[in-house]
């Protein structure tokens, strides 16, 4: 059995410190149940989260499973194939540009609109 735990930079407007604590009741209830643990609280570059930072683009869908196999590997699995050999790709210049430049409009579109509920959410508590 293999536990998951969840990004610390979790979704906009951020969970904040809720996912710390998620983090921790998956950790101590996969230690009760004998479980492997697979650490994702530091997974969150830009080429593996989506601008929701929520979802794994699947560059991050990769990453996931590499993680999960070298678990898996260290608790004696044999691995016959790595995900990322399975992929095969090329980038020019203008399509990084394009890459980043769409990145940086839709995190600025969520930040924005978690910025916006969270100043809402504090005005309507008053």
């Known amino acids: 059995m293999l536990a998951v735990t969840a990004p610390l930079d979790l979704g ?3 969970a904040g410190a809720k996912v710390a604590e998620l983090n921790a009741v998956i950790a101590r209830v996969a230690q009760d149940q004998d479980a492997l643990l697979l ?3 530091d997974l969150g570059a830009r080429n593996l989260v989506m601008a929701d930072h929520v979802h794994p683009t699947a560059f ?3 990453a996931i499973a590499e993680r ?3 678990v898996l590997e260290r608790d004696g699995m044999r691995v016959a194939v790595r995900p990322s050999s399975l992929v095969s790709y090329e980038i ?3 399509q990084r540009l394009r890459g ?3 990145y940086t409009y839709r995190h600025l579109k969520v930040s924005l609109r978690a910025a916006a509920i969270v100043a ?3 005005l309507s508590r008053r």
Do not use: C, E, V
């Open 12 to 14: 906009r407007p951020r």
């Open 39 to 41: 650490d994702l609280s």
């Open 120 to 122: 809402w959410f504090r």
């Open 100 to 102: 980043d430049l769409t």
């Open 68 to 70: 999960a196999l070298d």
């Open 92 to 94: 020019s210049r203008w």
């Open 60 to 62: 991050g869908q990769i």
